[in-house]
């Protein structure tokens, strides 16, 4: 046996592992060893990631795939490096050891991955590699005790102490790469090459430090054959283990894919159509803004909103409504072009984009999409047409952002549905922008509400004979923050288009309830309804419930309503009234003299009041005006309904109203419109100031 000398080794470490590699390996074993090696740190990675992405249940079977994976690997790598070393003496494997090696590896690197996935630092991914470096090392050395060799052999200390230092180092670096964010893309790549440099170095610096001194030298060793069979027997069934941890990460990979891409159009479509929604629109629109500013073309959007959608619904049904929103969709997405689109932003609501040179073909593009809209419909057992309103805005001319533009579009297609225009209506900023104040209005109408930002101003009603307060009627204010007071003749349009006036009628009818329960006098309180809220078939429960909230007695309480409420419905109408006067409430007929004033009305409904309208109060110096006033009220004697004539401004007006036999009078010559605040104490609200005082 040669004299051990330390200087052998102490001296260019480096060169004494390559001389090793290449002197005492088979080269092509060597190539095997390191393609496993690759192979199966780049699966390694792989698993470690989906461990660190989930959790519970999950993250355990995910470490058990790792750790299993790490351990083949580790071990495959190690034996068939040692099936191509060159020992020159008979060589064998224990069984027993064998597989110990193996056990030590896969527990080993199992609780180095979890040590690094148990917290989101880098600390506990350096920890973790660390010990996944240990299990290395103590696999390749436990598996150096199962190779037994006939001979004498020595370790060099330094590079034993090197060969672990290195697979700790390593192994830690390529955990910590791995949790790295500033890495991005690239530490899968890192940590992966990082590992094999940990299980490479590890491996031969490791056999570097061994020395065999034969002991037998008429036996004869392996044959390469059988070396090189035997190694790919090992390298082989570690692939397959590799494997499948791979092909479960990629399952798991593209499980994940295919319900991501599953969400994503969920939530990019329209569940019922299918075609684009809101969202999808808005992004696409941008990027096509984009592409029209960069080669100068123009983009056309065009707002479409179907005509008798709400028609089918109510006499059909939903399902028949939404066969016509599926059979619509899909006749104007046939109709696309290049650089086109259309989606459903909702209801019967679609929106089409296209990006164009010349405006015959925008033209051509919205004469496509009415003609899918407006031809005729087969559903099961009965045929529809709905047509449909279209709204056009072009960039750069109408706008030059996506929200704009899309605003414009719907502006102009508020237009074409109010005019009930045949064709699509272009965007035009006079005849717009109105529109767009009115949709102002609305919202801020809409947030004054639930703020409580409205008031009730109460204008006195009198007896003309006893001068006595009959009742107030309670008259609906708002001042905007912005543009001041807005007159209701301005704003109660606007609730009725854009469906606010139940909540507003609910409003005042609470509010001017509760205040007039808190009055000193049994005067009643008068409001109005709108001929929306009469043809609502809750309204005489909600005056009931109302009633019991606010403990103010029925017979207190009138409503008026004018003739046109009635006629949009008349049975139903009546029916509601009939149900509304059961409960002892009063009702008036407002603004009688104008509109229809159907003498029918009168003898169909037994009202408690006739509100005589302004209009002939104004006049009553022309001697038709008085003919017309004395004619209305004999007809409210003949039929015992009291006459209230309304706008009472000159003492001459009242006069002439007194001598005629007028029953009752509102108007500024009585008093002003006056918040209850301003009657001074709560109490008194029975003696309102005069007109002189207001």
Same mark, same amino acid.
């Given at each position: 046996?040669?004299?051990?000398?330390?200087?052998?080794?102490?001296?260019?470490?480096?060169?004494?592992?390559?001389?090793?590699?290449?002197?005492?390996?088979?080269?092509?074993?060597?190539?095997?060893?390191?393609?496993?090696?690759?192979?199966?740190?780049?699966?390694?990675?792989?698993?470690? &990631?989906?461990?660190?992405?989930?959790? &519970?249940?999950?993250?355990?079977?995910?470490?058990?795939?790792?750790?299993?994976?790490?351990?083949?690997?580790?071990?495959?790598?190690?034996?068939?490096?040692?099936?191509?070393?060159?020992?020159?003496?008979?060589?064998?494997?224990?069984?027993?050891?064998?597989?110990?090696?193996?056990?030590?590896?896969?527990?080993?690197?199992?609780?180095?991955?979890?040590?690094?996935?148990?917290?989101?630092?880098?600390?506990?991914?350096?920890?973790?590699?660390?010990?996944?470096?240990?299990?290395?090392?103590?696999?390749?050395?436990?598996?150096?005790?199962?190779?037994?060799?006939?001979?004498?052999?020595?370790?060099?200390?330094?590079?034993?102490?090197?060969?672990?230092?290195?697979?700790?180092?390593?192994?830690?670096?390529?955990?910590?790469?791995?949790?790295?964010?500033?890495?991005?893309?690239?530490?899968?790549?890192?940590?992966?090459?990082?590992?094999?440099?940990?299980?490479?170095?590890?491996?031969?610096?490791?056999?570097?430090?061994?020395?065999?001194?034969?002991?037998?030298?008429?036996?004869?060793?392996?044959?390469?054959?059988?070396?090189?069979?035997?190694?790919?027997?090992?390298?082989?069934?570690?692939?397959?283990?590799?494997?499948?941890?791979?092909?479960?990460?990629?399952?798991?990979?593209?499980?994940?894919?295919?319900?991501?891409?599953?969400?994503?159009?969920?939530?990019?479509?329209?569940?019922?159509?299918?075609?684009?929604?809101?969202?999808?629109?808005?992004?696409?629109?941008?990027?096509?803004?984009?592409?029209?500013?960069?080669?100068?073309?123009?983009?056309?959007?065009?707002?479409?909103?179907?005509?008798?959608?709400?028609?089918?619904?109510?006499?059909? &049904?939903?399902?028949?409504?939404?066969?016509?929103?599926?059979?619509?969709?899909?006749?104007?997405?046939?109709?696309?072009?290049?650089?086109?689109?259309?989606?459903?932003?909702?209801?019967?609501?679609?929106?089409?984009?296209?990006?164009?040179?010349?405006?015959?073909?925008?033209?051509?593009?919205?004469?496509?999409?009415?003609?899918?809209?407006?031809?005729?419909?087969?559903?099961?057992?009965?045929?529809?047409?709905?047509?449909?309103?279209?709204?056009?805005?072009?960039?750069?001319?109408?706008?030059?952002?996506?929200?704009?533009?899309?605003?414009?579009?719907?502006?102009?297609?508020?237009?074409?549905?109010?005019?009930?225009?045949?064709?699509?209506?272009?965007?035009?900023?006079?005849?717009?922008?109105?529109?767009?104040?009115?949709?102002?209005?609305?919202?801020?109408?809409?947030?004054?509400?639930?703020?409580?930002?409205?008031?009730?101003?109460?204008?006195?009603?009198?007896?003309?004979?006893?001068?006595?307060?009959?009742?107030?009627?309670?008259?609906?204010?708002?001042?905007?923050?912005?543009?001041?007071?807005?007159?209701?003749?301005?704003?109660?349009?606007?609730?009725?288009?854009?469906?606010?006036?139940?909540?507003?009628?609910?409003?005042?009818?609470?509010?001017?309830?509760?205040?007039?329960?808190?009055?000193?006098?049994?005067?009643?309180?008068?409001?109005?309804?709108?001929?929306?809220?009469?043809?609502?078939?809750?309204?005489?429960?909600?005056?009931?419930?109302?009633?019991?909230?606010?403990?103010?007695?029925?017979?207190?309480?009138?409503?008026?309503?004018?003739?046109?409420?009635?006629?949009?419905?008349?049975?139903?109408?009546?029916?509601?009234?009939?149900?509304?006067?059961?409960?002892?409430?009063?009702?008036?007929?407002?603004?009688?003299?104008? &509109?229809?004033?159907?003498?029918?009305?009168?003898?169909?409904?037994?009202?408690?009041?006739?509100?005589?309208?302004?209009?002939?109060?104004?006049?009553?110096?022309?001697?038709?005006?008085?003919?017309?006033?004395?004619?209305?009220?004999?007809?409210?004697?003949?039929?015992?309904?009291?006459?209230?004539?309304?706008?009472?401004?000159?003492?001459?007006?009242?006069?002439?109203?007194?001598?005629?036999?007028?029953?009752?009078?509102?108007?500024?010559?009585?008093?002003?419109?006056?918040?209850?605040?301003?009657?001074?104490?709560?109490?008194?609200?029975?003696?309102?100031?005069?007109?002189?005082?207001?």
């Amino acid at each position: 046996m040669p004299a051990f000398r330390p200087a052998a080794y102490r001296v260019r470490p480096m060169i004494d592992v390559a001389m090793c590699i290449g002197r005492d390996h088979d080269p092509w074993l060597v190539l095997l060893a390191v393609f496993v090696c690759c192979t199966g740190a780049f699966a390694i990675m792989q698993m470690f &990631g989906r461990a660190q992405v989930t959790d &519970g249940p999950q993250r355990i079977a995910w470490l058990f795939l790792t750790a299993v994976g790490a351990g083949a690997t580790i071990w495959c790598t190690h034996f068939v490096a040692m099936l191509a070393y060159r020992a020159g003496v008979p060589v064998r494997l224990d069984p027993v050891l064998t597989i110990v090696s193996l056990i030590a590896a896969v527990i080993g690197t199992g609780m180095g991955f979890g040590i690094a996935v148990s917290h989101r630092s880098r600390f506990y991914s350096i920890a973790g590699g660390g010990v996944v470096g240990l299990a290395i090392s103590g696999m390749h050395f436990t598996g150096m005790a199962a190779y037994r060799i006939d001979g004498l052999v020595e370790w060099r200390i330094p590079y034993v102490a090197a060969s672990v230092l290195c697979a700790v180092v390593f192994a830690g670096a390529a955990l910590s790469a791995f949790a790295s964010p500033r890495l991005g893309r690239y530490r899968v790549a890192t940590s992966t090459g990082l590992l094999v440099t940990a299980i490479a170095t590890l491996h031969f610096v490791a056999m570097t430090a061994l020395r065999i001194t034969p002991l037998r030298l008429s036996a004869a060793p392996l044959e390469p054959g059988q070396m090189q069979a035997l190694a790919l027997a090992t390298a082989l069934v570690g692939l397959v283990v590799i494997a499948a941890g791979v092909f479960a990460a990629l399952i798991d990979r593209w499980t994940r894919s295919d319900a991501m891409d599953r969400l994503h159009h969920m939530a990019m479509n329209d569940a019922l159509t299918g075609l684009p929604n809101r969202v999808n629109f808005k992004s696409e629109l941008k990027h096509q803004l984009e592409l029209a500013r960069a080669n100068g073309s123009q983009l056309g959007v065009v707002a479409i909103d179907l005509n008798r959608f709400k028609e089918i619904n109510d006499i059909h &049904g939903h399902q028949a409504g939404d066969q016509v929103l599926v059979l619509v969709a899909q006749r104007m997405a046939s109709q696309l072009g290049r650089h086109e689109m259309v989606a459903r932003f909702g209801g019967d609501e679609f929106v089409a984009l296209t990006r164009f040179e010349h405006p015959s073909q925008l033209t051509l593009f919205t004469d496509r999409l009415k003609a899918a809209v407006e031809a005729p419909l087969a559903l099961g057992q009965f045929d529809a047409r709905v047509g449909g309103s279209f709204g056009v805005a072009v960039y750069p001319a109408d706008a030059d952002d996506a929200e704009t533009l899309m605003n414009n579009a719907d502006l102009a297609m508020f237009r074409a549905k109010s005019q009930r225009s045949p064709t699509p209506c272009y965007y035009d900023a006079p005849l717009d922008e109105a529109i767009r104040d009115r949709r102002e209005l609305a919202n801020d109408l809409r947030i004054a509400l639930d703020r409580g930002d409205l008031q009730l101003h109460y204008q006195v009603q009198t007896s003309v004979t006893t001068h006595e307060v009959t009742g107030y009627e309670a008259l609906l204010r708002w001042t905007h923050p912005e543009r001041g007071p807005i007159g209701p003749s301005e704003f109660i349009p606007i609730a009725e288009e854009n469906g606010l006036i139940l909540p507003l009628g609910e409003w005042v009818l609470r509010r001017a309830c509760a205040d007039a329960a808190g009055w000193a006098s049994e005067a009643k309180v008068a409001i109005n309804v709108s001929p929306m809220q009469l043809a609502h078939a809750d309204l005489p429960r909600l005056f009931h419930q109302v009633l019991l909230d606010t403990g103010l007695p029925p017979r207190r309480l009138e409503i008026e309503l004018t003739e046109t409420a009635i006629f949009a419905d008349r049975d139903r109408a009546l029916h509601v009234l009939r149900q509304i006067k059961a409960m002892g409430i009063g009702v008036a007929l407002d603004d009688f003299g104008t &509109g229809y004033s159907s003498l029918e009305t009168l003898r169909a409904f037994p009202f408690d009041k006739i509100k005589l309208d302004r209009l002939f109060v104004s006049e009553l110096e022309s001697p038709q005006a008085v003919a017309i006033v004395r004619a209305v009220l004999a007809l409210g004697k003949s039929l015992s309904i009291p006459v209230l004539a309304e706008g009472i401004e000159t003492e001459r007006q009242l006069g002439v109203l007194r001598r005629e036999g007028c029953d009752e009078v509102q108007g500024f010559l009585l008093g002003y419109p006056q918040a209850l605040a301003e009657y001074g104490q709560p109490g008194r609200i029975s003696e309102p100031p005069r007109a002189g005082a207001a």
